[in-house]
């Protein structure tokens, strides 16, 4: 499995009222943990929207196990952890200062012509995209056995 990572430092504008990271702010983390995996395996999300293709978001979930704070640094990291041609799903997890767990998340997404928001294929519309997915793919068996 292909593994991305990205680190930010927390913004104080990313903090709420209590001095911790507003939650929403988590997904627009594994927005950008999921961009910096589709270019670390050579693609970009803009090429799609240039050729009128989204990827909307059509279920997401996220486990909250520790508050993040100002100046903590994060590393999001981020996987395919299912892709069928037509609905990709990520996996996220996000630590804090290195190694304390804080998010776990998946997000699913389907690709859409932007005009009708009818689905469509990645393996039609981009074959090379489409293979690289299922290289980088989660295989069960091979998680299964560690």
């Not at 989204?54 to 996220?62: G, S």
């Not at 630590?95 to 998340?105: A, E, I, Y």
């Not at 997000?107 to 294929?121: E, G, I, R, W, Y």
């Amino acid at each position: 499995m292909f593994m991305s990572e990205t680190n930010i430092e927390v913004r104080y504008a990313e903090t709420d009222q209590m001095g911790i990271v507003y939650h929403a702010n988590y997904l627009i983390w594994m927005e950008i943990g999921r961009t910096k995996l589709m270019e670390d395996l050579g693609f970009h999300y803009t090429k799609m929207e240039e050729d009128g293709i989204l990827a909307p978001v059509i279920d997401i979930q996220v486990s909250y196990h520790h508050p993040v704070k100002y100046g903590d640094d994060i590393t999001i990291k981020t996987w395919i952890e299912d892709y069928n041609g037509l609905r990709t799903t990520y996996g996220y997890k996000i630590f804090s200062n290195h190694d304390n767990l804080v998010v776990t998340g998946f997000s699913k997404h389907v690709c859409v012509k932007k005009d009708t928001f009818k689905p469509l294929s990645l393996r039609k519309l981009y074959p090379d995209w489409h293979q690289a997915y299922l290289k980088a793919k989660k295989d069960p068996h091979i998680e299964g056995l560690k």
